[in-house]
């Protein structure tokens, strides 16, 4: 069974940068379609950056340019470097996963598509 655990979340100034991790524990990380999402208390969960089994990725519009998600297959994790953090960033963070193949635009945007998830990293940014 596949097994997702966050970490490295934590609270930052406004301008500040962040990387979370994503363990992936139970199957073959070269064949898994990932992604991360988000939830704000109050707001609906969004998708933050997505990467598909092909290699291609694909990022939410308020994150563009500012984070990216590369992967140490060695290690089995993925991870999202996250640069110049808002406020509006602040949220739980999510790691999501499917065994089939998920393309990374469509998986973005249709976080119910992907069956497996991990606890959630706390992200706080203050001003």
């Known amino acids: 069974e596949v097994q997702l655990v966050e970490s490295g979340g934590g609270s930052v100034q406004s301008g500040g940068s962040l990387r979370l991790s994503c363990d992936v524990f139970?199957?073959?990380?070269?064949?898994?379609?990932l992604g991360w999402f988000r939830q704000a208390p109050g707001k609906e969960r969004e998708g933050v950056a997505t990467?598909?089994?092909?290699?291609?990725?694909d990022y939410g519009d308020s994150v563009k340019g500012r984070f990216t998600v590369p992967k140490d297959p060695a290690k089995n994790t993925l991870f999202l470097t996250m640069n110049r953090l808002t406020p509006e960033d602040t949220a739980m963070y999510y790691c999501a996963a499917n065994k089939d193949y998920i393309r990374s635009s469509w998986g973005l945007r249709h976080p119910t598509f992907y069956a497996y998830w991990g606890q959630g990293t706390q992200v706080t940014v203050s001003s």
């Open positions: 139970g199957y073959a990380f070269s064949t898994i379609s």
């Open positions: 990467i598909d089994n092909r290699g291609d990725t």
